[in-house]
């Protein structure tokens, strides 16, 4: 369902795939718009959810199994959005979160062979009715990806080492490419895929003119405008 107020973007693919450098971008384009545009990420984007991020990615919950960091995810979303998401989109801010749901759903109900049911059960605790406005999904072939991100850990080797899902295998950034591409194919409303090996301004540019289609379209459906659909 999308929300009444403001405009909620997520951002969604692999390692690699340059989703940084496109919210990066995104909230310039738009802020050059006069939109009032707020960044944020998952795992974290609130103290709470920063706190559970460290514990995630650093592999400390690793060794109590998949479901445990399954409801480590969901929790810290569950902050996030109570914290930072629904109280920026009350104000009618545009929201470009780094990773939401989908990755739950990847990551840990395809990779990590969660069930469907512990899956949804988690979705509804978690955020409810809350989901993105639009979801961009950044295309990319598991290789390229990886030697992307692996390059990107390379240069930044002093200050940040790689997290225990970058070492993982190509053959699980294969399955994760397609759980995303699953994703977007059951859910053509939400979703739009993006080639992620264009270079950087043309995908700039794609992105940019899917998300003012969107806030169009919100701006035109009764009830539904805020900020974002209003300027
Ligand atoms: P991060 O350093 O933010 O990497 P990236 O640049 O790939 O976004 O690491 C986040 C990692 O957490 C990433 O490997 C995906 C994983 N993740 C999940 O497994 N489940 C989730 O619900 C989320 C939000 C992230």
Same mark, same amino acid.
Request: proline share 6%; net charge negative.
């Given at each position: 369902m999308a929300t009444a107020r403001g405009l909620f973007v997520s951002f969604e693919g692999g390692e690699g795939a340059g989703k940084s450098t496109q919210i990066r971008l995104l909230a310039e384009n738009l802020r050059a718009k006069g939109h009032t545009v707020i960044t944020t990420r998952e795992p974290g984007g609130s103290p709470g959810a920063e706190a559970l991020r460290h514990v995630l990615l650093s592999g400390a919950a690793e060794a109590f199994g998949v479901r445990m960091e399954a409801l480590l995810f969901a929790a810290a979303r569950a902050d996030h959005l109570d914290c930072v998401i629904r109280p920026a989109l009350a104000r009618g801010d545009i929201v470009l979160c780094d990773r939401f749901v989908d990755s739950s759903r990847v990551y840990?109900?395809? @990779? =990590?062979?969660?069930e469907p049911l512990l899956m949804a059960a988690l979705e509804r605790v978690s955020? =409810? @009715? @809350?989901?993105? $406005?639009v979801t961009l999904v950044l295309d990319l072939s598991a290789d390229v990806g990886l030697q992307r991100a692996r390059k990107r850990a390379g240069e930044e080797a002093a200050t940040a080492a790689p997290d225990r899902f970058e070492k993982e295998k190509l053959e699980i950034h294969e399955k994760r490419r397609q759980g995303f591409l699953d994703i977007a194919s059951r859910e053509p409303e939400r979703c739009r895929v993006i $080639?992620?090996?264009?270079d950087q301004t043309r995908i700039a540019s794609g992105i940019l003119s899917e998300v003012l289609q969107v806030i169009t379209r919100k701006a035109a459906t009764p009830g539904d405008g805020g900020q974002a659909a209003r300027s």
């Open positions: 840990q109900g395809v @990779t =990590g062979n969660i955020i =409810g @009715t @809350t989901m993105p $406005d $080639d992620a090996s264009l």
